[in-house]
């Protein structure tokens, strides 16, 4: 697709609930971040794949997190036993490369998950 | 570690006047990346702007200006002649070797333009 595509685009689920959320992104983007944004907050990182495989995870809050991408291609952010806590904007970004600076991230418009 | 400091969280101007954005960084590596972000109220995340640590010069498109100095490690954004579409909110962000390339994001800083 032309540009970053995220679904669902808003998600409202029970709090002990699990959900999935999804990232498409741009075409041969190599590499993909997953960010969470709160009210008010800059985005802030979760976790980095270079292809398949996760190069740093550093930023998922605790082992209710996790994220996959079998293909290098789209990526899925698990949350198991959601908390109220969890509610917040989730941005997924792609760029080309990714171990440079000297490229931008791309972002979609994100996934709100409101846990009640 | 990195770090990105916005330390105006809201800024207020009306139509036609010029506005500078701050932006602040900490980074003990010596070739780092730092970039611009518009996030309008439709919530994507709008790419504007891309420097390296190498290159100081101050940098024109239409309306909007940067400039770099690395004396006091401050990438500002000023937008001359604001308009209402400028109204979003703008994030800093810095990359660098020693954060593994990660972009790292400031807390933003809301720009209304009154008409």
């Known amino acids: 697709g032309a540009g970053v595509s995220q679904t669902p685009s808003n998600k409202v689920t029970e709090k002990g609930k699990y959900v999935e959320l999804r990232c498409d992104p741009i075409?041969?983007?190599?590499?993909l971040y997953w960010y969470r944004q709160s009210l008010g907050q800059g985005p802030e990182f979760l976790i980095y794949?270079?292809?398949?495989?996760?190069?740093?995870d550093s930023g998922l809050p605790n082992d209710r997190f996790f994220a996959v991408r079998p293909e290098g291609s789209v990526s899925t952010l698990k949350i198991q036993r959601t908390e109220r806590g969890d509610s917040a904007v989730y941005l997924c970004?792609?760029?080309?490369?990714?171990?440079?600076?000297?490229?931008?991230?791309?972002f979609g418009q994100g996934t709100r998950l409101t846990v009640v | 570690a990195q770090k990105v400091t916005q330390a105006q969280t809201e800024i207020s101007v009306v139509e036609k006047e010029d506005v500078t954005l701050d932006c602040v960084y900490e980074?003990?590596?010596?070739?780092?990346?730092l970039f611009w972000y518009k996030q309008p109220p439709s919530g994507e995340l709008v790419f504007l702007i891309r420097?390296?640590?190498?290159?100081?010069q101050n940098e024109i498109s239409g309306r909007y200006s940067w400039n770099f100095q690395k004396s006091t490690s401050s990438f500002n954004f000023t937008i001359t002649a604001s308009q209402v579409v400028d109204s979003a909110v703008y994030f800093c962000?810095?990359?660098?070797?020693?954060?593994?390339?990660?972009?790292?994001f400031g807390r933003g800083t809301s720009l209304i333009v009154h008409p």
């Open positions: 794949f270079q292809g398949t495989g996760a190069a740093d």
């Open positions: 970004a792609s760029s080309l490369g990714g171990v440079d600076g000297n490229t931008e991230a791309f």
């Open positions: 075409s041969g983007h190599t590499a």
């Open positions: 420097r390296n640590s190498f290159d100081e």
């Open positions: 980074t003990r590596d010596t070739t780092y990346y």
């Open positions: 962000a810095l990359k660098t070797p020693g954060g593994s390339y990660i972009p790292t």
